[in-house]
C-alpha cells in the first residue's frame, strides 16, 4: 500500500513537469518527499541499492504521470483550465504548513528576508517575460549543433524542475522550445503506441540529447540544493516557502478569467479543496 502511495506522489510530479507554471519540485516538496529524493539521487553512487530502492517508485509514478496522464490533464487543461490549474494550486499550498514548520521555532534573520525576496522574484520576473513569448514548434535538423542545443535544453529544464517553485516547462517556454519539446514526445509516444517504431526512432535525434542533459542537470542540481539544504538550511527553506508562496501567481499569470462563470468558480473552489486535502495528506 505504502509503495502504491509513493508512485501517486509520482505521478503528481510527473504531471506537474508538463505544465507550465507548475514545479514537480514544490509537488515533491509539498508531499514531503523532497529532500528524500534529492539525497537518494546524490547517494546512488555510495549506496546504489538504496538510492534506487527510495526513487523507483517515483520514477515509475512521474513516468506514468508524463506518459499516459499528460494526455488526460492536456484535455483538462483545454477544456476546464482554471479548475484544473487551482487543483494544482491546492497540491502546492497543501504542504505549506508542513514545510514553514521547519522554520517557524527558528529566529527571522535579515537573510532569511533577502533569500525570501530573491527567490520570490525567481518566479515573478520570468513568468511576466514568458506570457510575452510566443511559442511555436520549431524544426530541429539532426546535428551536432542541435545534439548540444538539446543537451543545454535538458540541463537547464532539469535544473529547474529540481529548484522548488521554478518550473522546467515555463523556462523551455521562455527559451521558445516548450512547443518543440512537447510535440516531439508526443509523437514518439503516439509513434510506440501505433507501433510506428520508425517514427518513434526519428524523435529520438531530439529526445535522446535532451533526456541526457535532463540527468546531468538532475545530478548537478540535486548536489547544491542538499548542500545549501546543509550549510544554509534556513535561509534556503525560506527561499523555498518564497518559491512555493508565489507559484499561484506562476500558474495563474495571463489566464483569461473574462469568460469565468458561476460554476467554473464552484468547480475551482471543489478542486482546490481536494489538491490541498490530497496533499495534505501525502505530506504526513
Known amino acids: 500500500m505504502n509503495y502504491l502511495k509513493e508512485i501517486l506522489r509520482g505521478i503528481f510530479i510527473g504531471i506537474a513537469n508538463v505544465i507550465p507554471g507548475v514545479s514537480g519540485g514544490t509537488i515533491a516538496l509539498s508531499m514531503g518527499i523532497y529532500e528524500k529524493i534529492i539525497h537518494a539521487v546524490n547517494n546512488l553512487k555510495t549506496d546504489f541499492k538504496g538510492s534506487v530502492k527510495t526513487l ?21 487543461l483545454t477544456n476546464f483550465q482554471i479548475p484544473t490549474l487551482f487543483a494544482f494550486i491546492g497540491l502546492i499550498l497543501g ?12 529566529k527571522f534573520k535579515v537573510t532569511h528576508v533577502i533569500s525570501f525576496i530573491l527567490l520570490a522574484l525567481v518566479i515573478i520576473i520570468p513568468t511576466m517575460i514568458s506570457d510575452e ?3 511555436s514548434i520549431v ?3 539532426f546535428s551536432f549543433v542541435s545534439i548540444i542545443l538539446m543537451l543545454a535544453l535538458g540541463v537547464i529544464a532539469a535544473i529547474s524542475m529540481v529548484v522548488p517553485g521554478v518550473s522546467g516547462s515555463m523556462i523551455l517556454m521562455m527559451l521558445g522550445y516548450y512547443e518543440t519539446i512537447l510535440h516531439t514526445a508526443n509523437t514518439c509516444i ?9 517514427g518513434a526512432f526519428e524523435t529520438f535525434g531530439t529526445l535522446l540529447p535532451f533526456g ?12 547544491l540544493i542538499e548542500k545549501l539544504l546543509k550549510t544554509y ?17 506562476a500558474i495563474l499569470y495571463g489566464v483569461d478569467f473574462s469568460g469565468i462563470t458561476f460554476l467554473t468558480v464552484i468547480a475551482s473552489i471543489i478542486t482546490f479543496i481536494v489538491g490541498t486535502l490530497v496533499a495534505i495528506k501525502l505530506s504526513k
Open 56 to 76: 523507483l517508485p517515483y520514477v515509475l509514478g512521474a513516468g506514468i504521470g508524463i506518459v499516459v496522464l499528460a494526455f488526460v490533464i492536456e484535455y483538462m
Open 95 to 106: 504542504g505549506l504548513p508542513s514545510i514553514y514548520a521547519r522554520v517557524k521555532n527558528e
Open 133 to 135: 513569448i510566443e511559442n
Open 139 to 141: 524544426d530541429i535538423e
Open 190 to 198: 503516439k509513434s510506440v503506441l501505433t507501433l510506428n517504431f520508425m
Open 212 to 223: 541526457i542533459g535532463v540527468l546531468v542537470g538532475i545530478l548537478v542540481a540535486s548536489k
Open 233 to 249: 538550511p534556513n535561509a534556503t527553506m525560506w527561499g523555498i516557502i518564497a518559491l512555493v508562496v508565489t507559484s499561484p501567481f
